[in-house]
């Protein structure tokens, strides 16, 4: 069952620790910084002015060159920014991200403004924020992550997902504890990704590419493969399964504790609607698929002609996105 988090009312219920809601298994480091996985092209601070200073695109994205185009662009500058850990900018671009892609997106949270962050992507907003906070009490600076969490996080706190309610809460404390040893267990970098891809899948275009003539399945829409090792990182809350088929996704987001599948502590409503119809459309597809290889069969067999076999797509065990290059400002080849 999805957490009542994501349209609960501000209902106070007890809160679960923030190791508990974001647990991984990628070690933490003091000061959780991000490291991108492939090199990239390198910004100076004027020209990443600049960019982040422009519109997201220019033109409608009407043609499949266009949309390549602008997500190269968009996930460029954001992995720019991570590897700086400049996370007041980073902040400040997916605020950008969110209020300029809309159309090209889903809410997290139902009935509100898709292109506020604050209230449709609350979780979002946090992450870079509470990097900043923790970097602030690392380095000491205690004062001025009280001041910059009254003023940017603070608001977080009157959201409508209990989740994030519940890790601004715990984040206030550590301020008011002036809590110098900050252990954060989630790479922030990666998460704000892993959000982007689950959320705005128009920055995921390699999931609709054919990969040796069979399509991705359908529940990729959820999870990253790393190409060395076998299982899968569920985008919501950004666990690895290791050794687990890409199926057992749906155990995880649906709450059904088996085979060591714990329950996603961030699904939201709208994702297991999405996931639901991804499921739908996987077995109306495959169903389609069984019956033209029937039809064809049966014409061969009529006929004496041979047919070719129609493009094997992908039915969900094994083939997949991978990570294998990482997510970066190329569109990844799938």
Partial sequence: ????????????????????????????????????????ISLDAE????????????????????????????????????RRNDWLKVDEYLTKIVSENYLNSYSAISGVPMSEINQAHPELAL???????????????????SDYYNANVAILEKCRSKRVRTASSDLKVLISNRTAAVNNDVDTGMAIKDYIYLYYPIFRPDIRKRNFGRKPHELWEFAWRKSTVSGFRCFACHKVFKHKKLTMIESHLKGDRTDDITACPAVTENVLSRLQLALDTGAAGRLSRKIERGRMSRDTQ?????????????????????????PSNAVPAC
């Avoid at 924020?129 to 923790?134: E, G, I």
């Fill in 47 to 82: 020209s990443m002015k600049m960019l982040t200073s422009l519109p997201l695109y220019g033109e409608p994205l009407c043609t499949n060159e266009s949309i390549i185009a602008h997500v190269k662009s968009v996930k460029g500058i954001l992995e720019s920014l991570l």
């Fill in 302 to 326: 009529s006929t004496g002609d041979e047919h070719p076999s129609p493009d094997g797509e992908e039915d969900g065990r094994g083939d997949g996105c991978t990570d294998s290059a990482g």
């Fill in 127 to 145: 992450l870079a924020r509470r990097q900043h906070v923790y970097d602030l009490l690392v380095e000491g600076k205690y004062d001025e992550a």
């Fill in 1 to 40: 069952m999805a957490d009542q988090e994501d349209q609960d009312d501000g209902g106070k219920g007890a809160p679960a620790s923030i190791e508990e809601q974001q647990y991984m298994d990628f070690p933490p480091s003091s000061l959780h910084s991000y490291v991108p996985e492939q090199p990239e």
